[in-house]
């Protein structure tokens, strides 16, 4: 699978930017973005592209005809909205559905077998987005397939976002600048998270990994809470490194794309959590549902429902297991509990962004788990298991290697706003400014060996 190797994007990025700038005209260089745009994404995931440009084509013309036929314009978009999920839940759901079916009742359906397209998710959310802005009149219905087809196709956001709203870049699909210092900006953003991917997140992966592989027999309280911090530092630092490279290569064809994540693990209560986590997600649940559903207009306990709606499907979107759903209402749970005693975070100090971490970090146990059963495991080593036995001091001292114990508190500091307060100041953000493009260098290189050496794994949210 193209997606899982590196060393293709490595050679496809740079080729790709040296002919876009070698293209004089505007629009001949939208042409050729879309043109690599769907290449790449064949080449990753066949004749699965061909759904994709189906895609946009119905979103395109639902949009068109509800631009053009304002009267039946609600009927349009009840339509695309039943198309767009039917897709999205045909290909995503419906192994979980006939598991969850034969479990309950045994009726001995044949579980299908559905290739999960890459992407899907992403691209599905941002079609959408797009048919729902022009009905709420955010935006005119666009008359260029061409321009639509860009906005969703566009690879370095097609298969794991950030998720675009199509109003917060349809004038860029036109009128964007590209100069020698945001090119410079791009590059240096795509590096900072290509680092985080390949030194912090891989290295970190590991060792979650091998935790989670583990029979309860061989797990004790360390080793579980080892694992734990790990994939809490690798989700994050796997995720928004593709961000970063994603806004980063934005830039270099001189797009600017929102920020998707600010410093999450700094929050001082879980929704505070979700205002820094996954931005564009949240952002869109909260644009096309949330809001939709009520918001927090008609009284508390409703507001209360459609948080623990919202959470439901935002698990659900991660992936067709129940395990991603019992995540979402977990944090819909504490959420609502912070709205229920609004003082409680207030009062703790410091403690909050404790409590914050351990709730985050509990919640990813159940993320990353293969079952409930797994995670249920796990959660019970963190808290009970105090059992010191060979077998399980044998796993430790394997965890504990030079390479994870330098990793966590770099994983720790680059986590939290540390570069934000230096470039505040004066002094010290004008020299971490001319820094930041010299470490890059040795980054870059650090990367390469780090991939030459077979180390890379697949992004995690290639799979949503």
Not at 62 to 76: D, L, W
Not at 338 to 361: A, D, N, Q, S, W
Request: glycine content about 8%; some cysteine; charged content about 15%.
């Amino acid at each position: 699978m193209a997606f899982s190797s590196m060393p293709f994007l490595c050679v496809f990025f740079p080729v790709v930017v040296i002919l876009y700038y070698l293209i004089p005209f505007k629009r001949v260089k939208n042409y050729f973005l879309i043109a690599v745009s769907l290449l790449f994404y064949a080449y990753g995931e066949g004749a699965y592209v061909f759904l994709m440009i189906a895609c946009v084509c119905f979103n395109y013309l639902a949009a068109r005809a509800i631009g053009n036929f304002p009267k039946g314009k609600k009927t349009v978009l009840i339509l695309a909205v039943i198309l767009n999920l039917g897709v999205l839940g045909g290909y995503k759901y419906a192994v979980m559905a006939v598991s969850t079916i034969n479990q309950i009742v045994e009726p001995d359906i044949p579980v299908p077998a559905i290739h999960l397209p890459i992407g899907i998710s992403f691209f599905i959310f941002q079609a959408l987005s797009y048919v729902i802005d022009v009905y709420q009149g955010k935006v005119e219905a666009d008359k260029s397939l061409s321009r639509v087809l860009l906005y969703i196709s566009f690879f370095p956001q097609l298969i794991a976002g950030p998720i675009i709203k199509y109003h917060d870049i349809s004038k860029q699909l036109d009128e964007r600048e590209v100069t020698p210092e945001k090119s410079c900006r791009g590059l240096r953003r795509f590096i900072t998270g290509l680092a985080k991917k390949v030194l912090i997140a891989n290295t970190m992966g590991a060792a979650a990994d091998y935790v989670f592989s583990l029979q309860y027999a061989e797990l004790g309280m360390a080793a579980g809470w080892i694992g734990a911090a790990a994939y809490l530092f690798q989700i994050y630092f796997d995720f928004s490194g593709y961000s970063d490279m994603a806004i980063g290569m934005g830039k270099i064809f001189g797009f600017d794309f929102r920020e998707n994540f600010c410093y999450p693990y700094a929050a001082g209560s879980i929704q505070g959590f979700w205002r820094r986590w996954h931005i564009s997600l949240s952002g869109w649940f909260k644009e096309y549902l949330y809001i939709p559903l009520g918001g927090n207009r008609k009284g508390k306990t409703r507001t209360w429902i459609n948080r623990l709606i919202v959470f439901f499907f935002t698990g659900l979107w991660h992936g067709a297991n129940w395990t991603f759903i019992l995540w979402g209402l977990f944090h819909g749970l504490f959420l609502t509990l912070e709205t229920v005693f609004p003082r409680m975070t207030k009062k703790m100090g410091i403690l909050r962004h404790i409590y914050v971490l351990l709730v985050v970090c509990v919640g990813f146990v159940i993320f990353r788990a293969e079952s409930v059963e797994q995670a249920w495991m796990i959660i019970t080593v963190l808290f009970t298991k105090f059992d010191q036995t060979p077998l399980i001091t044998a796993v430790v001292a394997r965890l504990c290697d030079r390479l994870l114990l330098c990793t966590f508190p770099a994983a720790a500091v680059c986590a939290l706003p540390v570069v934000e307060w230096l470039e505040k100041r004066r002094k010290s953000g004008k020299v971490l400014q001319a820094a930041s493009y010299i470490i890059s260098i040795p980054l870059l290189l650090a990367c390469i060996m780090s991939i030459a050496g077979g180390t890379y794994n697949p992004f995690i949210y290639f799979r949503f």
